[in-house]
């Protein structure tokens, strides 16, 4: 239990409590030319994690970078992993080439680093050195005399056949006539055919033999003509076999000097023996693809870089390392959709129709940061769909199998290519926010599989000469990377201290460093229309300012309520029962504070405090907590030796909103005693503080917003020297209050009171001894328990008649409702109220 | 021999109408305008033939599918006579494309035999030989060719495609004298093309060459009809094999 005697000896703290100042103007910071930038300042438990993830090769080790929006943790990360990469073996290129086993499965080949285009450009050269050897070939004399010899063969076969077949008709006296349709048979006479009227002239057994005669003629007929197709099939097969002859002659040389020159690349020689054999079967696309040259009167490689009927001896370069950079790549995938992912196979319009081939396949980021580290955004990754399963799905099989969104889901059912998986062994990152780390792990068994590591980024560092130095240094930095004008040390004093109050905590810096970089580049921009060639810490200063009157719309409103007594707010003066508790507001990442009137009735009844806001479901569960400590500290401050015979409501008047947070709890402790002993508060002070059950005063949230709040109020009506605001002690820590709230107090017209316990605050608010406070509450205790017990009357007699539904859910500041609520109904609290309004 | 080409007034191109040989009829008409001669083309149809055949054996085949079918299909068929129309138009058009007049008509083979035979020797027959060997063992060709022979006209064998460029005219000849050797140079004058003597005397002898070399193919073989009339299907063959147009001429002109 705190102590009374304290009361009266508090001083308001002294102006140099109240901000804590960065100084360079003696200890100069270190400058970005001077000092290696290094972006992940403050972050050692990340570095570690991502040293880690760098340094280890087991699967499954990928890493999970969690960090707030703004904490630039991919760029910092990505530096981090560029370095420690650079050293790091080049991965190996990979080419995709024509199956010629298997054609709609291209083959995958792997070639150590920087040989894909060696590779791509010797079998270039060896077609286009076919292209003119080949027809050259197939022209020479001897070929066609070869050729035409075998076609004269069979045709020499054929007419010789048929001439045979004419002398065996002629012999029989049978005539082969042709007709439209086809050959028919026909009796001769003297060599003319016999016409039907002397065929029937003649006797029956010379008929008899001439239809015996055409039946042999028409048998040898056949005969003949079954004997072309084979002898067709043997010219075809002996032609074939001259063109491959033809064609082996005119590529061996050619093929034998290439695999000569990628004798260091077995993978590469491998595929040309294979394209030897093929080349021998089709040369044939040798002239196709010379006949489409002379038709478009282009050259070997067509617009759209495809070699045309050739194209299945090309090379797709699927990823290749050149010699624009060494070690492992280091890629960030910021449009990670499934295709950007796992690659995907295109398609080329001819002639109305979608084609395809194997040089039409793309790598995605998964094939690019192969053999290095991969960085995806996780937000962008979960907005893809089945992203995050291909993902996974790689992973696992440690390969990437080039699938369309269509083939995934079952939509596609045309005939397409199956590239030949590559096998992957790369790092993944993923960043994204902590509680999508902590949502993966609890949900998907995969993940806590595929990402065994987190780098959970911190958000603030301890603040200290050393800290401030390296930020003013990373803040230099950013001004060199964004083309900004440089920062003076002025300006890097502001925007430190920005930087520190940014997080609520004068002794730590805030990580999250797009707020201060933005606000940095908004102050470039008007050192630039001042025409000054460094940023100034009155350009911060002014950017802060004109940031805050941007946002503080809805702020001013609520001001302006209060100055217009709409909402009442009393600024000088006391008053029994009621005080200036401070509120939080958070509106679109915008804070501000704001006094709101906490009062208090008592009279006899069974021990009960009334949380109104709770009971018309207004409160939050952590206020109704708070209000409940009150009951607590009471009970053991007054009625250790006697029943507890009190009835009192706490209610945060002109609230029309949710309350959350316990930050009012002092207030309303000084409140409810002031109520019961019917002693004034002083309204020129503003108080907030969380209390427990022994009167000790707690931290709270916000306290610089809370302070800079009161103090707008009553500076607006002129102030007076009266005013101020009880804080926590262990508050004071954390102020880092405007220069303007600073400069009053310097001047003694405003003060910032410290307290450790409620007595202290009770002295600053009464001006009495709290035990001149806690003699007349127990003093009224006493009397109230005598008429409960004169009475004899229960609790219920006291209830009013309950009108919370007739309070609107939400009213604009400054409108009180119609019908103003008595006392609430004894609802249970609510917890889904939207807690609009902080007092934490 | 001005005297012979004198008489080439006109060329007499003879075709079969049962089937197309366009690109052969294509070569004869442009042969025949080179020549510089009136046209007269006869397409030479064979229905009596068919009658006959139908009447004595009844049956034809179908050289695509091999199977032998009812020949009552194509005596029945009512297309024959548009079939005759449309030859003819074909083959008028033909002449127009390629510069020549000619008077076209459709005769039975009978006629058509008749009047083969009975071409003056100072006409020039141009024989269309037909591309498939079985065509050219068959009726109406077989006689058409044997009643061309008969005639005192000299004879023409064309084959589809005729060589391309300036070839020379080679000419076959069994002795100084030769009155092949004189047609060749009256040829040589009208065409504007060399004439080439060539050390065989008969067709036989030329292929083996040839078809080593194809380059050294000429425009027109010319040679005497009685030296090379032991197998008047050969020289047939060889037209064809060859691709190169024989003209056979009376030994004496």
Known sequence: ?840 | MTEVLARFTKCTVVSIATIDHAAGEAAALTIARRFGSSCRAILVTNEDMVVSAHATFGHVLDVVTGQWRDLRQVIETPKRPKRSVQRIELLSEMARSVGIEADISVLESGQALADVKATPRQDLLILVQPTDPLARQSHPFTELRHAALSAHAPILFVPPHLPTGSRGILVLAQREGDPAIEVAEQVSRVIGEPVKRSGASRLEELGGIWEADRTRLPSIIVTARDVQLDDPAFVSRMTLRLGVPILLIESEA
């Open chain 1, 1 to 840: 239990m705190a102590s009374s005697d304290t009361a009266g000896t508090i001083d308001p703290l002294p102006a140099d409590r109240l901000r804590r100042r960065t100084h360079f103007t003696k200890r100069k910071p270190a400058q970005s030319s001077t000092v290696e930038f290094e972006g992940l300042f403050g972050q050692e438990r990340a570095r570690e994690a991502i040293q880690l993830a760098t340094g280890m090769s087991a699967k499954g080790f990928n890493l999970f970078v969690a960090a707030p929006p703004g904490a630039d943790a991919s760029a910092a990360t990505k530096a981090l992993l560029e370095k420690a990469t650079a050293k790091r073996e080049m991965p190996d290129d990979w080419v995709y080439v024509f199956n010629f086993d298997v054609p709609h499965k291209p083959r995958a080949i792997r070639l150590p680093p920087g040989s894909a285009m060696q590779f791509r450009g010797a079998v270039r050269d060896l077609i286009f050195d076919l292209i003119a050897a080949v027809p050259a070939a197939f022209e020479k004399p001897e070929f066609q005399a070869q050729r035409e010899a075998l076609e004269d063969e069979f045709q020499n076969r054929k007419e010789d056949a048929f001439e045979k077949l004419g002398k065996e008709g002629r012999n029989r006296d049978v005539a082969i006539i042709q007709t439209p349709m086809g050959f028919s048979l026909a009796p001769l006479k003297n060599g003319e055919v016999l016409d039907p009227k002397s065929f029937n002239a003649l006797a029956k057994a010379e008929q008899k033999r001439r239809q015996g005669q055409l039946k042999e003629v028409q048998d040898l007929l056949a005969d003949t003509l079954r004997h072309l197709p084979k002898w067709e099939r043997e010219t075809r097969k002996s032609l074939r076999a001259l063109e491959r002859e033809t064609a082996e002659a005119a590529i061996k040389q050619s093929i034998e000097e290439t695999k000569a020159s990628l004798r260091e690349l077995p993978t590469a020689v491998k595929h040309l023996d294979a394209m030897h054999q093929d080349l021998v079967d089709n040369i044939v696309l040798f002239s196709t693809f010379a006949a489409q040259s002379r038709e478009s009167d282009a050259g070997p490689i067509s617009p759209n870089g495809s070699l045309g009927p050739l194209e299945r001896y090309d090379v797709n370069i699927f990823v290749a390392h050149g010699e624009e950079r060494s070690g492992a790549p280091v890629v960030e995938e910021v449009h990670p959709t499934l295709a950007n992912l796992v690659g995907r196979v295109e398609h080329r319009a001819e002639a109305g129709v979608l084609t395809t081939s194997f040089m039409l396949i793309k790598p995605g980021a998964l094939h690019m940061a192969n053999g290095g580290y991969l960085v995806i955004d996780a937000r962008s990754l979960f907005r893809e769909p089945l992203a995050w399963d291909a993902l996974k799905r790689s992973l696992r099989q440690s390969g990437v199998k080039i699938e369309s969104l269509g083939e995934v889901l079952n939509l596609s059912t045309t005939i397409t290519l199956e590239p030949e998986p590559i096998p992957i062994d790369l790092r993944v990152i993923l960043v994204g926010d902590a509680w999508m780390h902590h949502v993966l792990a609890a949900y998907d068994p995969d993940f806590s599989v595929h990402f065994k590591l987190l780098a959970d980024f911190e958000t603030d560092a301890l603040r200290s000469e050393s800290s401030e130095a390296a930020y003013a240094a990373k803040l230099s930095a950013h001004a060199e990377q964004d083309g900004l004008l440089p920062p003076d040390n002025t300006a890097l004093e502001r925007l430190v201290e920005e930087a520190a109050r940014s997080t609520g905590d004068a002794d730590r810096l805030s990580l999250v460093s797009s707020d201060i970089r933005d606000l940095m580049i908004e102050a470039s921009h008007r050192a630039s229309v001042a025409n000054r060639v460094s940023i100034t810490q009155v350009d911060v200063a002014e950017s802060i300012q004109s940031r805050r009157r941007r946002l503080s719309r809805i702020s001013d409103r609520m001001q302006e309520g209060i100055l217009r007594d709409i909402a009442l707010i009393d600024t000088d003066g006391m008053a029994a029962g009621q005080a200036n508790c401070l509120s939080l507001f958070q509106i679109g990442g915008f804070m501000f504070g704001k006094p709101t009137r906490v009062t208090a009735r008592a009279r006899p009844g069974s021990g009960r405090i009334i949380d109104i806001e709770r009971e018309a479901s207004l409160g939050g569960p952590i206020h109704s907590k708070g209000v409940m400590i009150l009951t607590g500290y009471m009970a053991g401050r007054y009625a250790t030796d006697k029943a507890m015979s009190l009835h009192a409501s706490l209610v945060f008047e002109q609230s029309y909103g949710g309350v959350e947070g316990d930050s009012a709890s002092l207030g309303e402790l000084c409140v409810l005693l002031s109520g019961i002993a019917g002693v004034p508060l002083k309204q020129s002070l503003g108080i907030t503080g969380s209390v427990n059950q022994h009167g000790e005063v707690q931290a709270i949230g916000g306290v610089n917003e809370k302070v800079e709040g009161f103090f707008d109020i009553c500076n607006a009506r002129g102030l007076t020297g009266d005013q101020g605001v009880i804080i926590p002690a262990s508050n004071v820590q954390h102020l880092m209050l405007n220069e303007e709230v600073v400069e009053a107090c310097r001047k003694g017209r405003f003060g910032v009171y410290p307290v450790r316990n409620v007595d202290e605050a009770i002295a600053l608010l009464t001006g009495v001894s709290p035990n001149i406070l806690h003699g007349k509450v127990d003093a009224a205790l006493t009397a109230f328990a005598q008429v409960i017990s004169q009475s004899g009357k229960s609790d219920e007699k006291y209830t009013a008649r309950p009108v919370a539904d007739e309070i609107p859910p939400s009213e604009p500041p400054g409108a009180p409702p119609e019908n103003p609520p008595s006392e609430p109904p004894r609802a249970p609290p609510s917890r889904s109220s939207v807690a609009k309004k902080s007092d934490d």
